[in-house]
C-alpha cells in the first residue's frame, strides 16, 4: 500500500488524525490560507480543531479561507448550501472572521463573472492546505467523475449521483443541477492535502484509491508529495 494512505479504525479516528494533521500544519504557519470541503464528513474533523483551539493548542482565527464548491442558485440563508454548512460548523464557532472567508456567491446573477473572481481569489492567495471529503462516486469538490475542467474554478452540471446523494443536505428536496468547485488542478497547487473517506458509502471510491486507479477525481493526489489519504476500515472494506 501506498505510504500516504493511512487506514484508520473508523470515522471518529480518522477525524482525530486529519484534525492533528491539520493542527500540524496551522502551528507550522497561522497565516496559512486553506480550502476546507463542506459536507458531512470532515465535520468531526473541524469539531476537534475547534476544541484544541479552545484549549488554546492552535490559532485558526488567522488564516484564510477560500470555499471549495457551492450549489448554483444557494446562498448562506439555505442550510444546505456549502456556505451555511461551512458558518455553522466552522466559521462562526471557530470565530474566523468575515474578511478572511472568499466563497463563490451561489446566488450571482453573473456566473462567469464570478468564476473568475474565484480565480483571481486564488492567483492571490495560493493554498497551503486543502481538507476534502469524497463523493460516493468518487468525486472531490464538485470535479465529477469523467470531466475535463481547465482553470482554477469552473461551473460544471452535476452528475445524477451527486443529485441523489445531495438531498440529504436539503431534507430530501432536489439539489440544484450544477454547482461551481475549485477544480483538481487547483487543489493540486497546494503544498498539503488530506482526503478523508469513511463509511460504505465510500467503498468503491476507497477501493480505486486502494488499486491505484487513475480516473477517478478522488485519485487525482495520489502521486502529490503532500498529500495524504484517510480511509477508515469500512471504506476499505475487505481491501485493508
Ligand atoms: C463538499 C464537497 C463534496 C463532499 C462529498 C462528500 O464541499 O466538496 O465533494 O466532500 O460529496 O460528502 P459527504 O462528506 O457528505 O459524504
Same mark, same amino acid.
Request: net charge negative; hydrophobic share 40%; with cysteine.
Given at each position: ?66 470555499? =471549495? ?46 468564476? =473568475? ?31 475535463? =475542467? ?26 440544484? =443541477? ?63
Amino acid at each position: 500500500m501506498k505510504q500516504n494512505i493511512l487506514l484508520c479504525k473508523n470515522h471518529q479516528q480518522a477525524s482525530l488524525q486529519a484534525a492533528a494533521l491539520v493542527a500540524e500544519a496551522f502551528t507550522q504557519n497561522p497565516t496559512l490560507t486553506c480550502t476546507l470541503a463542506a459536507g458531512d464528513t470532515p465535520l468531526a474533523c473541524y469539531q476537534e480543531l475547534i476544541r484544541r483551539q479552545q484549549a488554546g493548542s492552535i490559532q485558526l482565527q488567522k488564516a484564510r479561507y477560500i470555499g =471549495l464548491d457551492e450549489w448554483l442558485g444557494l446562498g448562506p440563508a439555505t442550510p444546505g448550501s456549502c456556505l451555511a454548512t461551512m458558518n455553522r460548523a466552522f466559521y462562526q464557532p471557530a470565530g474566523i472572521p468575515q474578511e478572511q472567508i472568499a466563497a463563490f456567491n451561489g446566488l450571482t446573477q453573473d456566473k462567469e463573472q464570478e468564476r =473568475l473572481r474565484m480565480e483571481e481569489i486564488l492567483r492571490q492567495h495560493p493554498l497551503d492546505l486543502a481538507v476534502l471529503g469524497v463523493g460516493v462516486n468518487g468525486h472531490i469538490g464538485f470535479n465529477e467523475p469523467g470531466l475535463s =475542467l481547465t482553470g482554477d474554478f469552473a461551473l460544471v452540471p452535476l452528475s445524477e449521483t451527486t443529485q441523489q446523494v445531495g438531498t440529504k443536505y436539503f431534507d430530501g428536496e432536489a439539489t440544484p =443541477l450544477q454547482g461551481a468547485t475549485m477544480t483538481l488542478a487547483a487543489l493540486k497547487k497546494a503544498r498539503r492535502i488530506l482526503i478523508i473517506a469513511t463509511g460504505k458509502s465510500k467503498q468503491a471510491a476507497a477501493a480505486a484509491v486502494l488499486a491505484g486507479e487513475e480516473g477517478l477525481p478522488v485519485c487525482a493526489f495520489l502521486n502529490h508529495p503532500g498529500a495524504t489519504y484517510l480511509l477508515d476500515e469500512e471504506a476499505a472494506g475487505a481491501q485493508a
